[in-house]
C-alpha cells in the first residue's frame, strides 16, 4: 500500500511570505504528526492531529499551524516566514494515537522549504 | 527541545566492520526506536523496542531497551556499503505516543 505522501516535496519562499504543506497518511492511518528538521536542531516534534483534533503540540511559535481534514490528510502552515524556518518538515502517520507495537510511526519523504 | 543524547555523533568504519551506537536519556521512556535516514528522503523505522531489557534482532541489526528504561543500543554487524546514512534513536511515551523525542544521529560513512 501507498506509504505518506508528501507535498509539495521541494519549494522556495521570501521572508514574510507563508507556506502551506500537504500530507496524505498511509490508508487507514488516522493520526498524523509533524516535525521539523534541521542542521542545527534535528528533529523536532510539531504537533499531532488524530480525528481533526490537535492532540499534541510542541514548542514552536504561534505561526507554526496545522489541521486534518476528515480523510485524515493534513495540512501544515506557516505564516510570516523567517529565514530560520528553512527545513525538512517530515509529515508521519499511524494507526492511531496511541503506542505499542501495532502502532507504528511511518514518515513520508518531506518537503524542503527554503526561505530566502 | 529535549532530545536524547546520541553517539557517536559520526563514524568511519572499513566494509564488513561492525558498529555500535546508543543513546541516552535522562528521562524514561516505554518505547525506543531506531530510523535510519537516506540523503534526502525522510527516516525509516529500522527496530522497535516495547519492553525494558527486550533485545531484538533485523537481519544483521540488534537493538536493545536498557532496563532503566533510560538508554537504548543499536549495532549493526558485518556493515556493507548500503548501510551508509544517518542513524537515529526516539523515545516515544505512553502519555505523548506521536511526539517523539530524537537523538541527534550518528552518520555512518563506510569505506570499501
Known amino acids: 500500500k501507498a506509504g505518506v505522501t508528501q507535498t509539495p516535496r521541494y519549494l522556495i519562499k521570501t521572508r514574510g511570505q507563508q507556506v502551506t504543506l500537504s500530507c496524505s497518511p498511509i490508508s487507514g492511518h488516522r493520526s498524523v504528526s509533524w516535525y521539523q528538521q534541521t542542521p542545527g536542531q534535528g528533529l523536532q516534534f510539531l504537533f499531532e492531529y488524530f480525528s481533526e483534533t490537535q492532540r499534541n503540540k510542541g514548542n514552536f511559535p504561534g505561526r507554526f499551524s496545522g489541521r486534518q481534514f476528515s480523510n485524515s490528510r493534513s495540512e501544515m502552515n506557516v505564516s510570516t516566514l523567517e529565514l530560520g524556518d528553512s527545513a525538512l518538515y517530515l509529515c508521519?502517520?499511524?494507526?492511531?494515537?496511541?503506542?505499542?507495537?501495532?502502532?507504528?510511526?511511518?514518515f513520508g519523504e518531506g518537503s524542503w522549504l527554503t526561505v530566502v | 527541545g529535549q532530545q536524547l543524547n546520541q553517539s557517536p555523533q559520526s563514524m568511519f568504519i572499513q566494509e564488513g566492520e561492525d558498529v555500535s551506537m546508543n543513546c541516552t536519556s535522562s528521562s524514561i521512556f516505554n518505547t525506543w526506536l531506531w530510523y535510519k535516514q537516506d540523503p534526502g528522503e525522510g527516516p525509516v523505522l529500522l527496530i522497535a523496542l516495547y519492553k525494558a531489557g527486550e533485545l531484538t534482532s533485523n537481519g544483521r541489526l540488534t537493538a536493545q531497551f536498557g532496563i532503566t528504561r533510560k538508554d537504548s543500543f543499536l549495532n549493526i554487524s558485518a556493515s556493507i556499503p548500503s548501510d551508509v546514512g544517518i542513524y537515529f534513536c526516539?523515545?516515544?511515551?505512553?502519555?505523548?505516543?506521536?511526539?517523539?523525542?530524537f537523538g541527534q544521529g550518528t552518520r555512518l560513512t563506510i569505506n570499501p
Open positions: 508521519a502517520s499511524s494507526l492511531d494515537s496511541g503506542a505499542g507495537s501495532g502502532n507504528t510511526i511511518y
Open positions: 526516539a523515545g516515544q511515551t505512553i502519555q505523548g505516543a506521536q511526539k517523539l523525542v
